[in-house]
């Protein structure tokens, strides 16, 4: 997922005013940042799981994503 230049300009902007704004803040920036992306990532991937279940014709209703992913690798998927 390649970033266009609107959002790389976003993103430089922010981490401008930070550095002149809370310069004592953006350590903690930095990990909030870090977290979010981690977190986006994740939800990411189980919608991804829970897609590929739907194709393999598992009904995911009430299942955890780890049973999810049980039933998938032992359908052979």
Known sequence: MALTLT????VLAIVVIALFILPGKLPQLARSIGQ???EFEKASKRDE???KAREMGIDVTGMTYEEIE???KRRGG
């Open 49 to 51: 799981l829970i897609e």
């Open 36 to 38: 979010a992306k981690r």
């Open 7 to 10: 959002e790389i300009a976003i």
């Open 70 to 72: 049980a039933e998938i």
